[in-house]
């Protein structure tokens, strides 16, 4: 994320303006207000763990269903 923020042109990157760490803080404490990457996608693979067996009639649901389930004989 940080090289999206700062990056130059392909031959060099620009010089970082912000410490990384103030990316992170929230924008009343002086920073950016981004979240942490890590923590974002846990939060959305939970989300998913929570809804899948809510929604069995849902086409995610059973695309996911026939990509995990699949007999590998066929």
Known sequence: MCNFLWSGAKERNKDHLV??????KTKKAGGMGSLHLIHKNMAQVYK???????????????VIHCILCASPNG
Do not use: G
């Not at 410490?19 to 992170?24: D, I, K, M, S």
């Not at 763990?49 to 059973?62: A, D, G, I, Q, T």
């Open 19 to 24: 410490n990384w760490e103030v990316c992170y």
């Open 48 to 62: 998913w763990l929570w809804r899948f067996p809510l929604e069995v009639h849902s086409l995610w649901h059973k």
